[in-house]
């Protein structure tokens, strides 16, 4: 009764093919995308933009990039954090080089050159499969993170060895920098994770996405139908490192505003994963889900003993939420091993028909 | 300090820059290295002795993997929470003896419960499933174990005085090189512990093929059981050792990242992989540090001891002594 | 199992109905002057975070205890767990904004970097005590940053010349090697420039050796340096590093009394693990060990007799227990300077950012704490937010930390100059113009950051 379905017939192919073909999906997901544009800048507190929303964006983003690389295209990779520090580097010298460039086309570059060494670190998969891959990529982790560490040229000589984000202004707006408000990086941060999603999922249901899912399920019969294992492969990287490099422009510049390297260490590459096996491997959704879930997990466990007037010491508390934490990952896990994203498709498949059982 | 061998002198000779550099990274190291040969010894014997500490930790890896498929990234926080245990009792005042004795049936205890909440509901799940849920595990860990014997950094001392003797003009430690021989020791049990045994031809059943196993009767519970106990007694004996070095405290978990490269070096699957890798990465490792390091300013060991496994596995994607990934169309 | 997954489907959908309404429910305001805590009490520094924050936390009970607070209004502070991680350490600043806090000590490289630009428009003080952005120490560019009593340039230039005196002068320095064993950080190579620059001017052999983080196995760095051999190492390390550097040192069998750690690498916890073999090790710090003082007394008295001590009465007098209290202290007595302006009431920052930047500590008022001799004196301006402290040497006797030296100057000549060139480069970074000290002073305080 909810999704009254009757009388939605598709007389066009591309009406078929919509992403959303229920009616009543499409206008709750533009509605929904309109709300977030609006709502959040106007209403909440600089807390929620600063310290949640704007990190689940950019982890939003970057865990659309590894989903497609390890979702999608099988390929399992711990590299995501030197991508990101690639895509912040790169950002960092495109914006102090070249003043005059609109920050999107800063972040945009930046995710180029994450593509080009992505693609760079790639071709070993071609080789080695698995578990192998993922920890023959933590040599890219480590080798980045050492690089942008030992090289000055990357920090432009500065004395503290860190990259500062400079102020930049789009559309008259200030956006980066000490004086952008939350709510206009939110708003940046919303519009290319959104633009990039779509792009990410029309890749996934094109010709490209059905050859990285045909690589990932039976990769020596799908080099017999004819499917190029080292492009598709290499492919899959490179696009993967421009959502990462994107995100890690994105981290420096709109939500810490200065970083060190520590900041793109093995623990980021550990986190977008678990963002993407939590939230569903093979789906959009599911990066979104799974980005929501780790930040806000953890958010909400620190401020629940407030909440309900419990003051415990804070060691005390953080060490119940790493054990509430990872309990919760393998509760989730064997209630749903297809993760968040699975469950949402249940819940909307149940709410298709209900109040009809089947 | 000891009668040290010399640092090596520096000729500059005026030549293109690109010929420096060639010069630099395949000529002067060898030429360093024979120059002194004891300090060539040195750097040997404690590439050995690293190694084969990493590999304690990667035989837990191994051991979990080979029976039960799974990539324990719990490992490290294993390692951790058996050495915090043991130095938490030891604190309390129980004999070392007994307090060994009670960590080992703590680590038991741990691989009955893990094998009922974690495993037992998730067979069967692709492998990736199962990493995860050690990750869950793994912060479970991190917060119980912090929250039962607390955050500071605790001394573990086992009696063996961490003093060097010299040996023919070559410095050895006295700790390392008890680690070493207890690795040896502990891989040479196992070894036996898998040929000879009747659990251990059972467990080598399991890890060939779950299912086959389970239908002429051996019981997959019992062997998970068995497994991760063994597991954890390595973690144990692992958190000593490095425990011994450091200081028993969280930082002990991160060594787990350390011992990756040797196991995909060595393979996931093989005992004796862990500890060839081991070797392997550990002398590989001091030398690029020692001779190379100095070229591009140091520290490269992290990303040196993964680009030297990267390298192994293209020539063999299984690893050294992993079992051959026969693919089927 | 359905029953399980609908059960799931529906605790996540009451999350996250609930979730935002989190936000709406007021925190509990005390009336106070209130600073956050940010520490960390868990995770891999918590043996170095643990003694820093109860030394604060006493520091701050006892006043409130002893004094009934500055000057009669009361301290309010809360901590919050950052586990050094940045992230941690935004997610905690941005929460406890809220309640208007004045100061804000970060205790970590990462995030202090983190705040210092959002000190500015947030008109919070950031006081990173002897650590953060060196190049802060220049108050002309960074008016909301302090970092007084000394900072780590100041520092590397006075174990050089601790060393010097210990070599029987300076020019006694040339030819001799000095080590300096760094974590591979921005933390662990600030010390780099001034080292290189000191090794230039006193012709001293400088080699430098990076450790990779977290520092658990150095074997690689102490055969270079037994190969090497040099007659000093200055260690800048941070967390496990120290204590496995420590170990290493002496299972090579190097001279731990010409082996000086930091201050941030020689506190009790870095010299638990290697037992005898730390003995004589030393260390660099700019207030004395132990508790040999009136205000630790007091500290008894007040604090913990009261059962309100935050950790064990033993544990007092640690290096690192004492870093706590001398920050606490000096946040304190600068809250007090700017109480002395503008009333005994609760403040603003813009006002204890006053109290900051017209800081003078004298000896009489060290003596009124019961500190004397604890620290020294030091008086801070507009264009010098570090204050030139002196440093002092402390020594390891494998029972508890001694103060083995007089207090060391340190090369000022040598460090201002880079401190002025390094404050230009990172001001203009952020867009910021250089103030004008002499036109502040005679018309007044306008701390506010003027932009391009």
Same mark, same amino acid.
């Given at each position: ?49 600063? &310290? ?50 609109? #920050? ?11 593509? &080009? ?97 045909? #690589? ?8 017999? #139908? ?11 990287? +490179? ?23 520590? &900041? ?34 953890? #958010? ?8 309900? +007037?419990?003051?415990?010491?804070? &060691? ?43 | ?11 500059? =000779? ?17 030429? !360093? ?95 990736? =499933? @199962? ?76 890890? !060939? !093929? ?22 954890? @007694? ?19 978990? @991160? ?19 862990? =500890?060839?890798?081991?070797? =392997? ?49 | ?11 996540? /959908? ?31 520094? /918590? ?14 009970? %006892? ?283 609760? %403040? ?105």
């Amino acid at each position: 009764m909810i999704y009254r379905e009757t009388g939605q017939f598709k007389s066009s192919y591309a009406s078929d093919q919509a992403i959303f073909p229920i009616v009543q999906d499409r206008v709750l997901v533009l509605l929904g995308i309109a709300a977030a544009f609006v709502v959040p800048p106007l209403l909440a507190n600089e807390y929620w933009l600063q &310290a949640v929303l704007i990190p689940l964006l950019i982890y939003a983003l970057a865990a659309i990039g590894l989903n497609l690389l390890t979702g999608y295209a099988g390929q399992v990779s711990l590299g995501t954090g030197g991508f990101m520090a690639v895509g912040a580097y790169s950002a960092f010298k495109f914006a102090t080089s070249f003043p005059q460039l609109d #920050i999107i086309l800063v972040f945009l570059l930046s995710g180029l050159m994450a593509a &080009a060494v992505g693609l760079v670190f790639g071709v070993p998969s071609l080789r080695i499969k698995g578990f192998y891959l993922a920890v023959a990529t933590l040599a890219a982790q480590f080798f980045l993170v050492w690089l942008f560490n030992k090289v000055p040229w990357f920090v432009n000589y500065a004395a503290s060895g860190t990259i500062t984000a400079p102020p930049r202004s789009l559309l008259g707006v200030m956006v980066t920098g000490p004086e952008a408000s939350a709510g206009a990086r939110y708003v940046v941060a919303l519009g290319l994770v959104a633009v990039f999603a779509l792009v990410a999922k029309n890749l996934v249901r094109g010709r490209v996405g059905r050859s990285w899912m045909a #690589i990932r399920d039976r990769d020596i019969a799908a080099e017999i #139908i004819g499917v190029r294992p080292l492009r598709t492969k290499l492919l899959a990287f +490179g696009i993967s490192s421009f959502y990462c490099g994107v995100a890690g422009a994105e981290f420096v510049f709109l939500y810490l505003g200065s970083a060190e390297t520590l &900041a793109f260490d093995i623990n980021l590459s550990f986190l977008v994963l678990f963002m993407v096996i939590i939230g569903g491997l093979g789906s959009v959704l599911g990066s979104f889900l799974g980005a929501g879930f780790i930040v806000l997990v953890p #958010i909400f466990l620190t401020n629940v003993p407030h909440l309900i +007037g419990l003051s415990l010491p804070v &060691a005390l508390q953080k060490q119940m939420e790493l054990m509430v934490f990872g309990a919760l990952i393998i509760f989730f896990l064997i209630v749903e091993p297809n993760g968040l994203a699975r469950l949402w498709q249940i819940t909307k498949e149940k709410l298709r028909l209900w109040p009809f059982p089947h | 300090m000891p009668c040290a061998p010399t640092a090596p002198s520096s000729t500059p =000779i005026s030549g293109s820059p690109m010929i420096e550099l060639l010069r630099g990274v395949l000529v002067a190291p060898f030429a !360093d290295m024979a120059g002194n040969l004891t300090f060539l010894t040195e750097v040997l014997f404690g590439g050995v002795a690293a190694g084969l500490m990493y590999s304690l930790v990667a035989l837990g890896f191994v051991l979990i993997f080979k029976a039960s498929g799974v990539f324990n990234f719990a490992q490290g926080v294993m390692v951790l929470f058996s050495a915090l245990t043991l130095v938490g009792l030891m604190e309390k005042g129980v004999p070392v003896p007994l307090a060994l004795g009670l960590t080992f049936l703590t680590m038991v205890a741990l691989a009955f419960a893990i094998e009922r909440i974690v495993l037992r509901p998730l067979v069967n799940q692709p492998q990736i =499933i @199962l990493f995860m849920a050690t990750i869950g595990l793994n912060f479970f860990l991190e917060g119980f174990g912090e929250m039962a014997w607390g955050a500071n950094v605790k001394k573990l001392d086992i009696g063996i005085p961490d003093t060097s003797f010299i040996v023919r003009g070559v410095q050895v430690n006295r700790l390392e090189l008890t680690a070493a021989l207890t690795a040896a020791v502990l891989v040479g049990i196992l070894a036996v512990f898998f040929q000879r045994t009747k659990i251990g031809r059972a467990l080598r059943a399991v890890a !060939d !093929d779950h299912e086959a196993a389970l239908s002429i009767g051996i019981p997959l519970k019992t062997i998970w059981v068995v497994v991760w106990s063994v597991a954890g @007694l390595v973690a144990l004996v692992a958190g000593i050792m490095w425990g011994a070095k450091s200081g028993v405290q969280f930082s002990l978990s @991160l060594i787990a990242l350390k011992s990756l490269p040797v196991l995909i070096l060595g393979g996931f699957t093989s005992v004796p992989g862990a =500890i060839a890798g081991g070797l =392997i990465i550990g002398v590989g490792e001091k030398l690029g540090e020692v001779y190379w390091g100095p070229l591009v300013g140091g520290a490269i060991e992290n990303w040196f001891a993964y680009v030297l496994a990267l390298a192994f596995l293209l020539v063999r994607p299984q690893g050294l002594f992993g079992e051959r990934i026969i693919e089927r169309v | 199992m359905p029953r399980a997954r609908t059960a799931l489907i529906g605790l996540l /959908a009451l999350a996250v109905m609930l979730g935002p309404l989190a936000s709406v429910v007021p925190a509990q305001q005390a009336q106070g002057i209130f600073v956050p805590l940010l520490v960390y009490r868990t995770g891999p520094f /918590a043996p170095s975070g643990i003694p820093i924050a109860n030394g604060f936390v006493d520091y701050f009970t %006892l006043v409130n205890e002893r004094d009934g607070g500055i000057n009669g209004v009361k301290l309010v502070w809360e901590e919050c767990e950052t586990q050094y991680d940045t992230k941690q350490g935004v997610e905690c600043y941005e929460r406890l904004k809220a309640r208007n806090p004045v100061l804000v000590n970060p205790y970590s490289t990462g995030i202090t970097y983190q705040l210092i630009p959002k000190a500015a428009v947030d008109k919070v003080v950031v006081f990173s005590m002897g650590y953060g952005m060196t190049a802060a120490a220049d108050g002309r560019w960074f008016p909301w940053v302090f970092s007084f009593p000394t900072t780590y340039w100041s520092q590397a230039s006075a174990v050089i010349r601790y060393i010097g005196q210990q070599e029987g002068g300076l020019d006694k320095l040339k030819g001799k090697k000095i080590a300096h064993i760094y974590h591979n950080s921005p933390y662990g190579r600030e010390a780099n420039p001034t080292l290189e620059d000191l090794a230039k001017k006193y012709a001293f052999e400088l080699t430098l050796l990076a450790v990779d983080s977290p520092g658990q196995e150095q074997k690689a760095t102490w055969l270079q340096v037994r190969r090497l051999n040099p007659d000093w190492i200055f260690m800048s390390g941070w967390g496990v590093m120290n204590q496995v550097a420590v170990k290493e040192a002496a299972s090579v069998g190097f001279r731990m009394d010409h082996l000086i750690g930091n201050w941030w690498s020689a506190s009790d916890a870095d010299v638990v693990p290697a037992g005898d073999g730390a003995k004589a090790y030393k260390g660099a710090t700019f207030h004395a060990p132990g508790t040999n003082f009136k205000v630790f007394q007091d500290i008894v008295k007040h604090v913990y007799d009261k059962g309100k001590g935050a950790g064990k009465k033993e544990d007092m007098g640690a290096p690192l227990y004492n870093r706590g209290v001398a920050n606490a202290m000096f946040s304190v007595e600068a809250i007090r300077t700017a109480m002395g302006k503008y009333g005994n009431k609760v %403040l603003t920052g813009e006002q204890v950012r006053w109290g900051f930047e017209n800081f003078n500590l004298t000896e009489q008022r060290l003596d009124q704490l019961g500190m004397k001799g604890f620290t020294r004196p030091i008086k801070v301006s507009c264009e010098d937010h570090e204050g030139n402290g002196p440093v002092l040497i402390q020594q390891w006797n494998g029972q508890k930390w001694q103060v083995v030296s007089e207090w060391v100057q340190p090369m000022r000549d040598v460090v201002r100059p880079k401190i002025e060139a390094a404050a230009i480069e990172e001001g203009k970074k952020l867009d910021y113009t250089q103030r004008d000290c002499q036109k502040e002073m005679s018309s007044g305080p306008a701390p506010a950051q003027k932009k391009r």
